[in-house]
């Protein structure tokens, strides 16, 4: 059984109150609320243990580097990679995907080259691959979806010719909800030899993820949006591959020898690590995947598969409520559009009833120009969200849509 109860009871911002009114909080795609035993944590290792890691042989400076590192390996085990060696930390899934553009792409990207990505990515997932054309002389090419927001597969067996040497693709859609099936996109590349990143950013917090059985050569993802802190994320990379590309960011802990003529770098995953790592975050992310590892993503994601099913059937029921993305496999969330209503309009007048949605762009400019728009509201769901919360959502917009002369201002 899931205790939804007892989950909401590990979260306490989920007690607070907005403007009086009981807060929901749907804008878990953009970040998660964390529970007290993550806060606690770091709150410990702040008051009791902090010290600079990997460089003290004192005694404080050893219980951080041991968290740091343990943290590590729970990361490992949480992915299913083979080595801890393969888990870098960095500052979120932005900073590991700009990672592996600069690195992967000095070293294998040439004129000519083409970086694949789809059309329905962050502009995390655009942006760094961009730049790196621009340096490099390389193409950008674009996989196309669907109106219902499914990536056209066939189109893929025409753009992945042999100059293209990485594939980005998201794993779940932040605006789309599409879970995109990366097993079978891997496959493809991999046989047209092109290497692939996945954007684990959406999916980390909802599905089980095996890198190993994925075969994805990258995946990238942030700690904030699984329960951890901010400003901690991970890019996981095969061992071997991380081995061939060079480091990103020059400074301490990265080298092995610095000498005025010549400076050596130091092992996996190090060589990626420049600079005093956020190590108390790191050891908060640790604390956040054990406890997620705990309840189980099997169960969350059937729970929260529920959740987005009920929320689809009755937010239907709305007159002019027009849902975007209805891919089959879809992750927990709606962006949607509730008649001529703008966004903003919608998301200011929610929030007066104390509920949190996300409006605009979404950071994902060309879904908007692919359906149109200007901008979309979005409903991102958690584990610690209810069906309760669901039907004071869908009264809060018959309330907003009778503001505007039936739904159609
Ligand atoms: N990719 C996807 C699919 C996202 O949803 C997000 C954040 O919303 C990101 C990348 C960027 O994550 P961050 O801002 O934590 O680096």
Redesign the pocket.
Known sequence: MFDVEKIRADFPILKREIYGKPLVYFDN??TSQRPARVIAKMDDYYLNWNANVHRGVHYLSNVCTDGNEEARRTVRDFIGAASEKEIIFTR????SINLVAYSFGERFIGKGDEILVTEME?H??IVPWQMLCERKGAVLKVLPFTDEGVLNLEALDRLLTNRVKLVGV?HAS?VLGTVNPVREIIEKAHAAGAKVLV?A??SIAHTEIDVQALDCDFLAF?G??IYGPTGV?VLYGKEALLEEIPPWQGGGEMIREVRFEKTTYNDLPFKFEAGTPDFIGIIGLGEALKYVGGIGLKAIGAYEGELLKYATGRLLEIPDFRIFGTAPEKSALISFQVGTIHPLDLGTLLDRMGIAIRTGQL?AEPIMQHYGVHGMARASFAMYNTREEIDIFCEAIRKTGALFEGGKA
């Not at 979120?92 to 900073?95: I, P, R, Y």
């Open positions: 795609g953009a979120g899934t932005t900073e962050h995390a997932d998201v932040n954007d950013a959406q942030s904030h949006k994320g950071c």
